[in-house]
T-cell receptor, first 114, second 112 residues
Framework: AQKITQTQPGMFVQEKEAVTLDCTYDTSDQSYGLFWYKQPSSGEMIFLIYQGSYDEQNATEGRYSLNFQKARKSANLVISASQLGDSAMYFCAHRGAGSYQLTFGKGTKLSVIP | DAGITQSPRYKITETGRQVTLMCHQTWSHSYMFWYRQDLGHGLRLIYYSAAADITDKGEVPDGYVVSRSKTENFPLTLESATRSQTSVYFC???????????FGQGTRLTVV
């Protein structure tokens, strides 16, 4: 079974600073994908970024990048130049190749301080 | 508007009652999912569907029933609601061959 661990229940970051949200995973799949979703206080789940296990480059999407270290089984989300609107819950998730199910971590609450 | 919509957004029901949560998507995505979100558990998969008339259980299916007679709709029914089913329910869809799933805005269900 897959397991996603997010060890930081809450984090604070100063506006305009970069922040790293940690995610480690345990999987028996040879091929898999890792995802990050953002959940603002309004409640919706917003897809941010995806990394395939065989992708050679770390994924980037605007201010979001995924620091993928396959040997360490970690997939940390890096947000550069934090903005007040980045304050939200962030969830890391895993899906095995050929599987339909996303397995989520318990989330990290990020608060951006002006 | 295109997208995935859930209804109702909020629902209070009594223990033992049947309640149906609706999910509608306009993209014609093949895959649809129901998740529940509880404090301390993140999101957990209840049921999923790979196509119309094809459904299967996820991690926490007990007490729930789904159907998918049309590609765009994926209702979730609690046959006899219990307090432990108080949760926020998310519907999601994904296009075949694509990686990311898109979520609805969620339904907050309270069972009293």
């Amino acid at each position: 079974a897959q397991k996603i661990t997010q060890t930081q229940p809450g984090m604070f970051v100063q506006e305009k600073e970069a922040v790293t949200l940690d995610c480690t995973y345990d999987t028996s799949d040879q091929s898999y994908g890792l995802f990050w979703y953002k959940q603002p206080s309004s409640g919706e789940m917003i897809f941010l970024i995806y990394q395939g296990s065989y992708d050679e480059q770390n994924a980037t999407e605007g201010r979001y990048s995924l620091n993928f270290q396959k040997a360490r089984k970690s997939a940390n989300l890096v947000i550069s130049a934090s903005q007040l609107g980045d304050s939200a819950m962030y969830f890391c998730a895993h899906r095995g190749a050929g599987s339909y199910q996303l397995t989520f971590g318990k989330g990290t609450k990020l608060s951006v301080i002006p | 508007d295109a997208g995935i919509t859930q209804s109702p957004r909020y629902k209070i029901t009594e223990t033992g009652r049947q309640v149906t949560l609706m999910c509608h998507q306009t993209w014609s995505h093949s895959y649809m999912f129901w998740y529940r979100q509880d404090l301390g558990h993140g999101l957990r998969l209840i049921y999923y569907s790979a196509a119309a008339d094809i459904t299967d259980k996820g991690e926490v299916p007990d007490g729930y029933v789904v159907s998918r007679s049309k590609t765009e709709n994926f209702p979730l029914t609690l046959e006899s609601a219990t307090r432990s089913q108080t949760s926020v329910y998310f519907c999601a869809s994904r296009e075949q061959g694509r990686t990311e799933a898109f979520f609805g805005q969620g339904t907050r269900l309270t069972v009293v």
